[in-house]
């Protein structure tokens, strides 16, 4: 099947899509409509392992992408979904509730080192093929006002663990080890691997 040139991104995220640009890779959104309840979707199984629970997040937003994708009757394509969690053990840190939940989150990974994954799937047709990103990321210590300052900033919002590499929080990290993308949220050599087997021209 000859690739259309293009490929549906199923994912709300600003960086994932500023990833993508930055490969050159044309690409249109295929977001969820009001009728579907995504955030359900990101539900952690009791005794989960953070791997196995963002790779089986990934893979349901996936096939709901694909289901969309046939329900509204847009033109084929490859579609492509990630998504991205962080964990400390084997603690899943999704995207905070409210500024006391990000508190939490941000007071239990200070002073540690805390893994970041992020799986990332595409598929064409009946082709499906996915990876997975491991990282990890050092943090200070951080004060109570510096947790309360940076929430303060609105930064944590929508975000796993509650702060985002390329913002401010970049002033808490000591050390990186792994994919600086795949932290943001799309790891590129992955991604990049995946694109060229679905015939996704990039770059």
């Known amino acids: 099947m000859s690739s259309p040139g293009f490929l549906y991104l199923a994912s709300q995220s600003p960086r994932r899509r500023q990833l993508l640009e930055q ?3 044309r690409h249109e959104l295929l977001l969820p409509g009001p009728d579907e ?7 952690v199984r009791p005794g989960e392992a953070p791997a196995a629970y963002v ?3 990934t893979g349901l937003k996936l096939e709901a992408a694909v289901a969309r994708l046939v329900r509204r009757g847009l033109p084929p394509a490859p579609v492509l979904c990630s998504d991205t969690t962080v964990a400390l053990g084997r603690a899943i840190y999704g995207k905070p509730e409210d500024a006391r939940d990000a508190a939490r989150m941000l007071s239990e990974l200070s ?3 805390h893994r970041v994954l992020t799986a990332v799937a595409v598929q064409s047709g009946r082709r499906r093929f996915d990876a997975l990103s491991d990282s990890r990321v050092t943090f200070a210590k951080l004060t ?3 947790i309360r300052g940076y929430i303060a900033g609105g930064e944590p919002t929508g975000k796993a663990g509650a702060y985002a590499v390329q913002g401010t929080a970049a002033a808490f990290i000591t050390r990186i080890a792994g994919s600086y993308t795949g932290i943001m949220g ?3 050599f992955e991604t990049a691997q995946l694109l060229r087997k679905v015939g996704v021209r990039w770059g």
Do not use: N, W
């Open 23 to 25: 490969l050159g890779v």
């Open 37 to 43: 309840d995504s955030e359900a979707l990101e539900a």
């Open 55 to 57: 790779k089986r997040v």
């Open 111 to 113: 002073g540690h080192t």
């Open 144 to 146: 109570p006002a510096q």
């Open 186 to 188: 799309l790891p590129l």
